[in-house]
């Protein structure tokens, strides 16, 4: 039977059965809105807790797919966000206002390397614009990439199932493997290399090498740090480990859930956009500023972090302890505010996290834990607490033999199946990984 709180089964009630028929039938993907999310129509969200149509609580342990680490509906960013609604009217008829020139001055006071910003409003846009950027700086037109940088015609190129092929043969994915980045490199002149910090898997010295071997060919380095630009430690992961890329994109926590996405970094290189155009109405709203300034000030003394990087710990080490209780191999692992969790058995991973959406917590196989600023120690231990519960009704419903039981197996499966890394690199690199 259902519970009011986020710790019961949940079960499916009509009134939730006629929404998603309704949301299938006008708008709503069953592949992408679904099964790749949650079988879930939402109504509202506070701090890390979300309520469905029925009014049912949910516990996020996504932070909104990483875009706000404060929690929804963070009061102090909300607060502003109204005020300047009122005192602007939210959009000027230009692109130029106070607020752009102060985030973009604050983006230089958090990231060493930004002398200059320029604003979008998602990731897809963003590593969109740094590619052109890119390549109207320096007259090449080819890039490699690694790693998932949004939905737009330049990228997916390993992913023919998800467009027209050949629509942009412009772009190579060298797949994580430094090797084949190596030999691209020699036979061709390359604009740059765009690439995301797969920290969990790819320690510090493999990203190093990495931009060793692309600027030695005269290439730009483009780390999209979309995700990890405010969740891994102030001033992003290229500061946290010493790398100096030529442009950055950010935008899951720039504005704690308003869409606003920048690429930044050196001034000649972002002064391409003289040569192209990528303006962009939604460039004149007030408000996603407005809410980046307020998220900034939230999350500049380290408090914020430091307890998304507490809960993450406390959520690897009790997950860890459930999987040894259950003899089921499996692992949660790597940077706590942003962590993967791997089964030998993808199936029963799949299943495990089916059971938890059932039991009121939010996450999916292949999707990354980002723990929020909002949740609370309670929301930790009952979500360790259904983890217990979970697995032992996955368990029933499916075999949790595997061919391979290796770790380093689960780990190649896992990264070629998500990010599409090569089985040699993983199996080099994913032994090394650490953090400084």
Same mark, same amino acid.
């Given at each position: 039977?259902? +519970?009011? +709180?986020?710790?019961? +089964?949940?079960?499916?009630?009509? +009134?939730h059965k006629?929404?998603?028929?309704?949301?299938?039938?006008?708008?709503?993907?069953?592949?992408?809105?679904?099964?790749?999310?949650?079988?879930?129509?939402m109504?509202?969200?506070?701090g890390?807790?979300?309520?469905?149509?029925?009014g049912?609580q949910?516990?996020?342990?996504?932070? #909104?797919?990483?875009?706000?680490?404060?929690?929804?509906?963070?009061?102090?960013?909300?607060?502003?966000?109204?005020?300047?609604?009122?005192?602007t009217?939210?959009?000027?008829?230009g692109?130029l206002?106070?607020?752009?020139?102060?985030?973009?001055?604050?983006?230089?006071?958090?990231?060493?390397?930004?002398?200059?910003?320029?604003?979008?409003?998602?990731?897809? #846009?963003?590593?969109?614009a740094?590619?052109?950027?890119?390549?109207?700086?320096?007259?090449? &037109?080819?890039?490699?990439?690694? !790693? =998932?940088?949004?939905?737009?015609?330049?990228?997916l190129?390993?992913?023919?199932?998800?467009?027209?092929?050949?629509?942009?043969?412009?772009?190579?994915?060298?797949? =994580?493997?430094?090797?084949?980045?190596?030999?691209?490199t020699?036979?061709?002149?390359?604009?740059?290399? /765009?690439?995301?910090?797969?920290? &969990?898997?790819?320690?510090p010295?493999?990203?190093?090498?990495?931009?060793?071997?692309?600027?030695? #060919?005269?290439?730009?380095?483009?780390?999209?740090?979309?995700?990890t630009?405010?969740?891994?430690?102030?001033g992003?992961?290229?500061?946290?480990?010493?790398?100096?890329?030529?442009?950055?994109?950010l935008?899951k926590?720039?504005? &704690?859930?308003?869409?606003?996405?920048?690429?930044?970094?050196?001034?000649?290189?972002?002064?391409?956009?003289?040569?192209?155009?990528?303006?962009?109405?939604?460039?004149?709203?007030?408000?996603?500023?407005?809410?980046?300034?307020?998220?900034?000030?939230?999350?500049?003394?380290?408090?914020?972090?430091?307890?998304?990087?507490?809960?993450?710990?406390?959520?690897?080490?009790?997950?860890?302890?459930?999987?040894?209780?259950?003899?089921?191999?499996?692992?949660?692992?790597?940077w706590?505010t942003?962590?993967?969790?791997?089964?030998?058995n993808?199936?029963?991973?799949?299943?495990?996290?089916?059971?938890?959406w059932?039991?009121?917590?939010?996450?999916?196989?292949?999707?990354?834990?980002?723990?929020?600023?909002?949740l609370?120690?309670?929301?930790?231990?009952?979500?360790?607490?259904?983890?217990?519960?979970?697995?032992?009704?996955?368990?029933?419903?499916?075999?949790?033999?595997?061919?391979?039981?290796?770790?380093?197996?689960?780990?190649?499966?896992?990264? !070629?199946?998500h990010? /599409?890394?090569?089985?040699?690199?993983?199996?080099?690199?994913?032994?090394?990984?650490?953090?400084?």
């Amino acid at each position: 039977m259902f +519970t009011s +709180t986020p710790h019961g +089964t949940l079960a499916t009630t009509d +009134t939730h059965k006629s929404a998603l028929r309704r949301a299938l039938r006008i708008t709503a993907s069953e592949k992408w809105d679904l099964n790749r999310r949650f079988p879930l129509v939402m109504s509202h969200a506070s701090g890390a807790h979300v309520f469905d149509v029925d009014g049912r609580q949910y516990v996020d342990l996504t932070s #909104c797919s990483g875009s706000a680490p404060l929690g929804a509906g963070y009061q102090p960013v909300v607060d502003h966000v109204t005020a300047e609604l009122r005192r602007t009217g939210g959009i000027l008829p230009g692109p130029l206002s106070v607020h752009r020139i102060e985030v973009a001055e604050r983006l230089a006071e958090i990231f060493p390397l930004a002398q200059r910003s320029i604003f979008f409003r998602t990731g897809s #846009c963003a590593t969109t614009a740094a590619v052109r950027l890119a390549r109207s700086h320096t007259g090449v &037109n080819l890039v490699l990439t690694s !790693g =998932y940088h949004g939905w737009h015609d330049w990228h997916l190129q390993d992913r023919p199932g998800m467009g027209l092929p050949d629509r942009d043969l412009g772009s190579i994915d060298f797949h =994580y493997d430094l090797d084949l980045l190596k030999r691209l490199t020699r036979a061709q002149r390359v604009a740059a290399a /765009i690439i995301t910090p797969e920290v &969990n898997f790819f320690p510090p010295e493999y990203h190093r090498e990495l931009q060793n071997l692309v600027h030695q #060919c005269g290439a730009l380095l483009i780390l999209d740090e979309v995700m990890t630009g405010f969740r891994y430690r102030r001033g992003g992961y290229h500061t946290a480990i010493g790398l100096a890329p030529d442009l950055i994109t950010l935008s899951k926590g720039l504005a &704690n859930g308003m869409a606003l996405s920048a690429v930044a970094g050196r001034a000649d290189v972002i002064g391409a956009a003289e040569k192209t155009y990528m303006g962009n109405t939604y460039q004149r709203e007030i408000t996603p500023f407005a809410a980046a300034l307020s998220t900034l000030d939230a999350l500049s003394d380290g408090t914020a972090l430091a307890r998304m990087h507490q809960f993450g710990e406390d959520l690897i080490n009790g997950l860890n302890e459930v999987f040894a209780r259950h003899q089921v191999q499996a692992s949660a692992f790597a940077w706590p505010t942003m962590f993967d969790v791997v089964f030998a058995n993808a199936e029963l991973g799949h299943t495990f996290f089916q059971e938890m959406w059932s039991r009121g917590f939010l996450m999916q196989y292949g999707g990354r834990f980002m723990p929020s600023a909002a949740l609370s120690d309670a929301d930790v231990r009952g979500a360790i607490d259904a983890a217990g519960q979970a697995l032992t009704a996955s368990l029933a419903r499916v075999d949790a033999t595997c061919d391979n039981p290796d770790p380093i197996a689960a780990a190649v499966r896992f990264a !070629g199946d998500h990010f /599409i890394a090569t089985p040699d690199t993983v199996r080099r690199w994913v032994t090394a990984a650490s953090h400084p």
